[in-house]
Structure formats: C-alpha cells, structure tokens
C-alpha cells in the first residue's frame, strides 16, 4: 500500500482514481450492459452499499472459511467493517480486492459469486479506497497477468462494445533511446541510463513499468552533456576556428568567436533546428520564447558556449523526448473516446515496429492531415510491414519473448556432458526459422507449432548477404537436430527433419535447452509455457510454505522423479503443468530426440487437460502429436493473438479490448494466417487508436 | 595544495589524520554534543556465500545444531577467501544460521536478499538499507554502487525505499565519480560537470507543464521525473556549500574504468571497479555526503555471479576465462587449473581485499576519540544465500563494527539453532535488529516465513542487544 504525494493535493483523490476507476467501470459496464443490468449513466445511483451488498457477499461467499474459528490463512473476514474510508481493516480488504480481481477466489470447487455481483464489490472497494486515500495496483494490469481475463468473456458471441485504450504516458524504450541519440548527435561515447527489465515469461516493454527517477537523471544528464558538447563545438582547423563535425551551422552561428551577441533570429533558427531534429516538431510560439529567454539568461550567466548548450540540453531533457505521449485530441466520441492526435499515431506505429522515430513519410503525412483515419494509419501500418528496407527489430522481438527460446544461452551445461553444445547457434537457427515463417506468412502459427523444417548451424554472412555455416569451429552443433556425424552442410535452408521428431519452435533445441535444467530437462516449465502461451490458463506462483525439490535420484527418470508432485496438494497446480510438458520427454537435455532414457524406452505420454475446450482434452502419446493437436485448435490461435496484442500495446488486454481482439482474430483467420494481416489489424484497431477522454472519466469518477 | 590524486594516495597510506585535519576537527566538533555518527556498509555480492568457505579454522561447523554457538574469534585463523579481513578479526562477528526461506529463488534473490520478502516480488517494500538510510539521512540518504559484468550504467537491484520503489545502483565508477564528487572538483572541471540551475528549474518546468496535461498514474510518472529535477536542484545548492570537504574526500578514479569489457579472452577490469567504487563509497562517507552506502557484486534477480579471467586473481599459473555459472554448477569441474569452488573462494577473497582496503580507509579517518571505522558497519552477505542455488535455511552474514557501541558484535561466532529447531532465528530478526540500533523501534521486518509460524519471528536478536 502506498499513499502517493499527489493524493494529499486537494484536487487529486478524484484525478488519482478516475481511470482506475473509468477502467474498472469499463470492465463492470461492459459486464453489466451485457446482462441489461443498468445503463452506463446509472452508476452513481446503484453503487452498492457494504451492508446491502458487500456484507452479505462475504457472508456467502468467505465467512464459510475466513471466519472466527481456525480459519483459512490465519484471514479471518466476519467481523471485518466496511469504514475502509477512516483505515479499517485495510490490509484485508487489500487482500480481498486482490483475490476477487484476478476471480482466485472463493476456490474454483466453491459455488462461485455471480460474475456482476463480484464486479460490483470490486466497484465499491476502489471507490472506498480512493475514499481513504489509497491507490491499489490493479494486478491485472501486471506483466504475467494477463490470462486472468477470461478468455471466453473476450471472445463471447455477439457484439463487443467499442474498444479504447487509457491515455498514457510511456518511457522509450532503450533501444529508441540510443538510436535517436546516435542520429542526431552521432559518435558520442554515451552510456545507457536505462533498461529493460528482463522478462521471464511476460514482455517486457510494457507501459506501466518504467519512470524516470533520480539516478536515470544523472545519466541521462552525463550523455546529454557528451551530445551538447557535440552540437555545439569550435574547433580549431589550421589557425581558423570551425564549426565541429557534428554542429549545425544554426547553432554554430550562437558560439562563433565572431558573434557576440546572436539575434533573436538566429536564436529561433537554432531553436527550430533543435526541435526539428530531437523532438521532431516545430515549436510552439510560447515554447520559442521561453527558450529564447532562457538561452539568453544563460549565455549572460555562464557564457556564449556553455549558454548554448544548456539550451542544447533543455531540449535533449524535454519529457517528449523520453516519453511518448498518447493522450488523443478532440472531441469525445458517442463512446467517450478521443482518436490519438495524427503525431501521436506517427510515433506510436513507429515505436510499435521499429526502434526508431516515425520516418518523414509519416511525419509529413500527420503534418498534412493525413493520419487521422484508420485508412491512412493502415496505409502507413503496411508501408512499414512490407517495406524490407525498414528494420523492424520489434518483429522478431516479439517471437523471442513470446517463445522465450533466447534463454537456451543461459542455461548452464557442464561440457563434459556435450562438447557440441552451442546454444548461441541453435537461438539463432531458430530466429532464422521464425522469419523464414513469418516471410511466407501463411499459417504462421500453425506452421510455428508444427513444422519439421529447420535451419542449422545457418547465417546469413553480413558482407556477401549469402547463407554461411555458423560458427564453423564447432562442427558439431547440428548434433541437436539429431543429423549424422557425416551430415554434410547445406547453404539452401531450411532443411527437412522428420516429421515424427520435429514439430516446430518447441521441438527446436533452443527451446528445448531454454526450458531445461542444469542437468535435465525441466517438465514443469514447459508445462507452465503451454498452459500459459497456448492455452491460456494460469498457474499462481508456487506457495511460499513448499519446498519445491524432485528427488535427486539418479536412477529415476524424470518422469518418476515428478510422482512426488501428484500428492494431492501440488497436483491442484501440477495437474496444469505436468500432463503438457511431459510429452516433451521425446528429447533430452540438450534438445535430441530420444527413445530411451536411463536405458529403458522413454516414456512421452501426456494429455491435454483443463483447456475449457472439450474436444481439445484428450491424451496425447507424444509432444509433436500434441503440438499438432494444439494447433488446430481455434482457442490456441486466440491466445496466441492475446500475446500479440500484449506485445503490440503494451499493456494486458482488458474486457473493453473484446472487440479488437476478435477484430485481429477474424484478419488472421480470413488472411490465411497471416502475422502481417495481425499485426496491421492490432496497429489500426480501436484500442490502438482511440483513448478514454479524460473529462469523461472525470465526469464518471465524480458521480 | 594536494592534488585529489595525493591525498587518496595518501589516506590509504595511512596518511588520512594528516591531510584530513582541518575537516575532522570540524567532525569533531560537530560530534562533540550529540550521540556517536552511525554509517552503514553493506556488501552484497551475488553466487552466494557458501558457509564453509567462510569458516574459520579451529571452529567446528556441526550438522543442524540445535543450540546456539556463541564463540569468540580469539586467536582463530580466518580461511583463505577471508583472510583479508584478518586484521579485522577483533571487529569481526560472524552470523550463521539464520535463514531466509521467505525470499528464497534461483541465483539470486535481488531485492528480498536486503527485503525478506518472495523474491519474485522485486521491489516489494523498504529494504533493510532503505530503512536505514531513512533514519540516518543525509544528502544523499543512500548511495548505492555496484559492478557487474554487463555493459550497464545502472541497474535497479537489490535496494528499495517501497513497494516499486527501487533505488539504483551506479555501475560506472568513472560516472558515479562524477555524479558524487563533481561539487568538489576543481572550478575548470567543475563547470562541466555542474548543472546550471536554471536549467533545472526550466526543465523542472518542462515537466511541469506536460503534467498538467495528464492525470492519474501518468501524472505521478513524471511526478518522479519532475522530484529527480527537483532534488538534484535542492542538493547543488547545499553541495555547493560543501565543496572544500568533497573536495578533500574525493578519491582518484582511473577514467578506463568506466568501460566494461564483455570479452572472455582479456580482462574484465571487474575487480579494478569494483575497487573503485568502495574507494568511491569510502569518500561519500568521509565527505559526509551519506551514511548508508550499498555496494553489490554482480547482485540483482536475473544475475549470476562475478566472471573474470584467472589472471585477474592473482598468481594462479594459468590463465582463462572464469563464469560464474560455470563455476556454480561445474564445482568439481576444473577452471583454469582450478576447481570451480576454488574460484569461487579465489573470487571472493578479491572482493575481501577491496573490502579491506575500504576498513583500513575509514580506519585511517580519526573521528572522536577513535576513527571513522568505530562508528561504521560492514553488513557483507549474498544475494544468493549459502550457494548457487540455495534453499536458503541458512543466510551467512560477515559483519565487522559495531555501530558505534550500539550492537553488541565484534570478536564473535554466532551461530543459530538450525531451521525449524527451537531458538532458530530468520535474517529478518537480524534486519530488525539493526534498524532498532538506529532508531527505529519496529518490531518486526519483511514478511514472516509461513513454514516457521511455530516460532517466533519477531524482535531483534536478542545476543545482539546492548
């Protein structure tokens, strides 16, 4: 719990829950409008009471268990008052609003709450503790959480309400960060003063992760110095003093030994030339003047050179080029939204695609009016997809997280055990599978779960653009894909491997090695990946109180070292994990298929369980045969969209995204399963253009 | 007049009470009225400390005791990768047998190591240094520096003030020199690295301006941009007072340190920086920029271990690329003629010597009747509890001071009644402990461990108590 600074302002409780408030209004609006509960102007009046609503909701739902004697967790919930407002009982309730946010309780064996009588509980909480003055993290809003929404509520039948995202404000990530740097003040030594925070199974570039604080700003102020040294720079040539390489002539003309006092002119040419090239805009007539009034106070202050490059600084720091802003601009829609301004959808569909800022094409096309439609925004969307020339690290990026293969070179393996192992080769044979997939872009998922192509030990060199064996030293490595000794490398790829081993991205070794031990394969997180990445369930974090060990006995196979796990306390989480990652015994370790283990014929069997799809549960003898199983399956490919529309938002998909989910799916299905045709319909969906209009949700926090 | 260079020199010379004079006399003065200066060190460095690898010869490590060990250090040899600290031995206490199941993880606990909470929860609440440098303040309550292996700047790793509140850790000694020091440097040098004010507060402005604009979560993002504008305007002021004193605590910092080498086959420079930034923690200290100073090998949640070359270790005969993974898992496997666990003691008696390069520095300063090093503690510990992959039923601490008198350690072997056993304490009740010696009259630290609940977790460790 945390009381923020800006709570304690006189105006802030309402800004502070307005769109968490609006956000979850959407969520119980969308709810309640599809069960004809009350129109969407009617909160105020039916926002439920704790004694008419809430009290007996938890009398119901968890006093059963939560109650005076001996109860569950030591949280005990039938004396619990509903005076949230004066700090009662605080960490409860916080307890209870988690819980019923991600629907973990009451257990799923328990009659379960109606699913508007839980959203309207949950309603009254967040108005109670923005009341107190708390703010409460929304755990669906957190990288990992995403498949608590329920699937079959995202993709119901019938028409979904419009989608809109929440305005917002979003750090850059790094890789725009050093990328812009380098373009307009190219050769500085800069250093990297932020990251990425690494991602284990979730993306990791999502909105609501990333501020810039105190020590980003000493960084951040060290390379802003090395870039306006740069920009403006005399140096001595021959006698004569010059102009440095990298300083234009614009801001030249202000430190010139020769002018000792620069125009006002020229201070607005400089101005321009800044802004033209870090924020990529013209300034405003206010901004100019205070800029030039603040170039002027400094030169007085600190002199002509340093002058100049507080000013160079004051736009290199200017929060527009750190953070992106999605605000919209307009008025507000039937729906209460606003569609992004066109400069906002420019930097948008760039920072989607690339790690570079919108191209002039764009820039121009949203000066002239000509991005504000969903037409022109698709023109520019497909421009950039099919323009080869433009890179677009973000394409393969969103594979590597969404498979999570690259982990293979961090996975310890003793040498002795395999001197061929190279996992830096097997990652990169399996982004070159990736693309060569996404190139033909047909089927793409299904061909990603179930081809038996592949590439080994394939480059492509840098200088002659020609296929080249990798890392030609270590002859071995084509070992993982079980090829002979004798096998004799071949430039045209990818090659066919048999269908009865391979099955696409999670019988490549690289994935295989990712998701093993140090020793061993590891059943349980490639159980955990299926049965979040496929079919969307989710597993809760493994309870503090077990302590996870398989027994270390090396005559056991794998398989009988996991029995331990079939008590009936793990297997409420095991039965998720362990019947889709065993199949995957077909390999060892370092991703070989295999026949036998520890001498004795391996045993692959496994099921595909707990989908909510009945003809999806059925047993599987072995991973390919599941994996070709998985990929006929029509809730696989939605939760495969799911991921993508994580990825390419940034964010977790909530119930007011329904309708731009089931947009992008119908584009995938009807385009023969292109990744194009996805990834357009997300970048020009509803929830990519359009944002909540904050008066709006003023309005409705206010009632 | 000395030159920085000289007076560093110097003062690991043991020459520190000369040059130093002018400004102890004023620590003196500034002492005289008021209760004994308390400063913290904490060392965090990440594989683990593998608790027989720090025991000393002549004290039996007995299987899951059940009572406590409560021994002194007399005369004890400290083993090879403490032997270091060996001057130190009569300031020394060793903590053993207290765990830390509650954070426990894989390689590495990042943040709970210091929060005792599930590591998966990162930045979860206040960490223990956190909490301290909350009671002892200063100008910059916390300074936290690192070294890692990695081509990073900074990383948020192991220390937080709250729930998503991580504070960094510098990882460039050349950049954290300047960030600390740069008020002291001389008026030339100065000027490039100062920040106008003015272009603080237009910038602070700035923010200010695009703020207004949003509302909710959006506006308390740059609320944090706009507070790093802020303090950093705010501090230049009051650093600015302070410049002869920064100036005469500045250390010299080799400007090639500020590059990290990510190849296997030359040096890595690691220990070279991670030399750098205790002589960096040490001046913070000494100029009375802080109290609490974090410095992490390598620490944070997705991180491993110090890889280096042997011949960064000293005379090992022959040369090679040492990762620490490898060295984790392969223990029996051979690194450059070495075991993989005799690395990993190599590797950690070079922190060790850093380490004690810091206590002779702060040993150096007089302070009061004694030295600075009288009123400083050294908390070294792993964020990676007793090895590679720990289960954590035990969490080993070195410790060295006391804090001015204010806990009971030094000259001690203590070791704790196994986990689960009747009188077996967490890391929590430690934590508790030292955030109670500087004021903070909390009863308990972290989150409780569920397995445990027979026993009690609260309160500081009793044998520490004054």
């Known amino acids: ?703 | 007049m000395i030159n920085r260079r000289t007076f560093f020199r110097g003062t690991t010379l043991g020459l520190g009470g000369l040059y130093f004079a002018p400004f102890l006399r004023q620590l003196d003065a500034a002492t005289a009225n008021s209760p004994s200066p308390a400063r913290v060190l904490f060392f965090v460095q990440a594989n683990g400390i593998y608790p027989a690898e720090i025991q000393p010869q002549g004290i039996d490590r007995t299987k899951d005791p059940a009572t406590l060990e409560d021994l002194s250090l007399d005369g004890v040899k400290l083993p090879f990768s403490l032997e270091p600290l060996q001057p130190y031995a009569n300031k020394m206490t060793l903590l053993h047998g207290l765990s830390g199941r509650i954070a426990r993880g894989s390689h590495s606990m990042g943040f709970a190591a210091l929060g005792c909470w599930p590591c998966g929860k990162k930045a979860y609440g206040e960490t223990v240094d956190a909490g301290m440098a909350r009671q002892l303040g200063g100008i910059y309550p916390h300074v936290g520096l690192g070294v890692s292996n990695k081509e990073m700047a900074l990383t948020y790793n192991v220390t937080s003030v709250g729930r998503g509140k991580a504070l960094p850790t510098v990882l460039n000694p050349v950049l954290a020199h300047q960030q600390f020091f740069a008020a002291g440097a001389a008026s030339d040098s100065r000027k490039s690295f100062d920040v106008d004010t003015c272009l603080l507060d237009f910038l602070a402005d700035d923010v200010k301006r695009m703020q207004s604009r949003l509302d909710g979560s959006d506006r308390q993002k740059l609320e944090r941009y706009l507070e790093a504008f802020e303090s950093m305007s705010g501090r230049q002021s009051k650093l600015a007072k302070m410049a002869d004193q920064i100036a005469k605590a500045t250390p010299s910092v080799d400007p090639k340190l500020g590059t990290v080498s990510s190849s296997k086959t030359g040096p890595t420079g690691v220990f070279d920086r991670l030399e750098a930034q205790f002589d960096i923690a040490a001046g913070t200290l000494i100029a009375g920029l802080t109290n609490v100073v974090t410095v992490s090998a390598a620490a944070g949640l997705d991180r491993i271990g110090l890889s280096c070359m042997a011949s960064e270790l000293g005379s090992i005969g022959k040369d090679g690329y040492i990762g620490a993974h490898a060295i984790g898992h392969g223990k029996f496997q051979h690194f450059a003629g070495l075991l993989g666990s005799e690395c990993h003691a190599h590797i950690r008696r070079k922190c060790m010597e850093k380490l004690a390069k810091f206590i002779k520095t702060l040993e150096s300063v007089p302070e009061g009747n004694g030295t600075m090093m009288d009123n400083t503690l050294v908390v070294y510990l792993s964020d990676s509890a007793e090895g590679h992959h720990p289960i954590c039923h035990e969490w080993p601490f070195v410790v060295i001071g006391d804090l001015g008198g204010r806990l009971k350690l030094g000259n001690r072997y203590l070791r704790y009644p196994w986990y689960g056993k009747p009188g077996h304490r967490t890391m929590a009740s430690f934590y508790t402990s030292l955030l109670n010696a500087v004021g903070d009259p909390r009863k308990d630290f972290g989150i409780a461990d569920s397995a445990i609940k027979d026993l009690d977790q609260t309160g500081p460790l009793a044998e520490l108590i004054v």
Request: a neutral charge.
């Open chain 1, 1 to 703: 719990m945390t009381i923020s600074k800006e709570m304690k302002s006189d105006r802030a409780p309402h800004r502070r829950v307005s769109i968490f408030a609006f956000w979850r209004l959407g969520f119980v609006c969308h709810i309640l409008l599809a069960i004809g509960y009350f129109s969407p102007t009617a909160n105020a009046q039916t926002t439920p009471a704790f004694d008419t609503l809430v009290k007996p909701f938890l009398k119901k739902h968890c006093v059963g268990c939560h109650g005076a004697d001996d109860p569950e967790g030591d949280i005990s919930l039938h004396a619990i008052t509903g005076h949230l407002s004066k700090g009662t009982g605080i960490k409860s309730w916080e307890k209870i609003y988690h819980q019923l946010t991600l629907a973990s309780m009451p257990p799923k064996d328990e009659e379960q709450p109606d699913v508007h009588v839980r959203a309207l509980v949950l309603q009254w909480l967040e108005q109670e503790f923005a009341k107190a003055g708390i703010q409460i993290e929304n755990k669906l809003a957190r990288p990992g959480f995403g498949n608590y929404v329920k699937h079959e509520l995202l993709f119901a039948d019938g028409k979904a309400s419009p989608s809109f995202s929440p305005p917002r404000v979003w750090r850059i990530r790094p890789a725009v960060y050093e990328a812009s740097l380098q373009q307009f003040a190219k050769g500085g030594k800069y250093v990297k003063p932020f990251t990425l925070k690494s991602g284990g199974h979730t993306f990791r570039d999502y909105d609501n992760q990333y501020v810039i604080a105190g020590a980003d700003l000493a960084q951040l102020m060290a390379n802003t110095k090395v870039a306006a040294r740069l920009l403006a720079q005399i140096v001595e040539d021959k006698g004569t003093l010059k102009r440095g390489s990298r300083t234009p002539e614009e801001l030249f003309q202000l430190i010139d030994p020769e002018n000792k006092q620069p125009s006002d002119e020229q201070l607005q040419a400089a101005i321009n030339w800044l802004y033209h090239h870090v924020l990529l805009r013209d300034p405003t007539d206010e901004e100019a003047q205070r800029m030039i009034a603040f170039a002027k106070a400094s030169m007085t202050s600190d002199g002509q050179l340093l002058g100049v490059r507080n000013m160079v600084s004051a736009v290199l720091l200017h929060p527009e080029s750190l953070y992106r802003s999605e605000q919209g601009t307009g008025q507000a829609d039937e729906h209460g939204r606003v569609i992004l301004a066109p400069r906002e959808l420019a930097f948008a569909i760039a920072y989607s695609l690339t790690d570079t800022r919108p191209d002039d094409a764009m820039l121009e096309a949203a000066d002239n009016g000509k991005l504000a439609t969903r037409e022109e925004v698709q023109t520019h969307v497909e421009r950039i997809i099919e323009d080869n020339k433009i890179a677009k690290p973000r394409i393969l990026g969103f594979f590597r997280e969404y498979f999570e293969y690259g982990g293979a070179v961090d996975v310890f393996k003793d040498i002795a055990l395999n001197r061929n192992h190279s996992p830096d080769v097997l990652v990169s044979d399996t982004d070159q599978l990736i693309m060569h997939i996404y190139q033909q872009d047909k089927n793409v998922l299904r061909e990603l779960l179930t081809t038996n192509e592949s590439f080994v030990q394939h480059k492509i060199d840098s200088k002659t653009k020609k296929s080249a064996r990798a890392q030609a030293k270590s002859l071995g490595a084509h070992f993982a894909y079980n090829l002979p000794p004798d096998w004799k490398w071949v430039p045209d790829q990818p090659i066919e491997l048999p269908g009865s081993q391979r099955a696409g991205i999670l019988t490549q070794p690289s994935w295989l090695v990712a998701k093993s031990g140090n020793f061993d394969n590891d059943a349980i997180r490639r159980g955990l990946w299926v049965r979040g990445k496929l079919l969307g369930g989710s597993i809760p974090d493994i309870p503090i109180t077990v302590d996870a060990q398989l027994p270390n006995d090396e005559t056991l196979t794998l398989r009988e070292k996991m029995k331990v796990t079939t008590e009936a306390y793990c297997w409420k989480c095991h039965q998720n994990t362990n019947p889709v990652g065993l199949p995957f015994e077909m390999f060892d370790h370092f991703g070989r298929w295999r026949t036998k283990e520890l001498g004795k014929p391996v045993v692959t069997a496994g099921a595909i369980n707990n989908s909510g799809i009945k003809s999806l549960n059925v047993e599987v003898p072995d991973a390919v045969r599941m994996l070709h199983k998985l990929a006929d399956s029509p809730r696989v490919r939605q939760v495969f969209v799911r991921h993508a529309f994580r990825y390419f938002m940034g964010r977790n998909e909530t119930l007011n995204d329904a309708a731009t989910l089931r947009r992008a799916d119908n584009a995938y299905v009807e385009s023969g399963g292109s990744m194009k045709a996805l990834i357009a319909s997300l970048l020009t969906s509803d929830s990519f253009m359009y944002r909540e209009h904050v008066a709006a949700s003023h309005h409705k926090s206010e009632n």
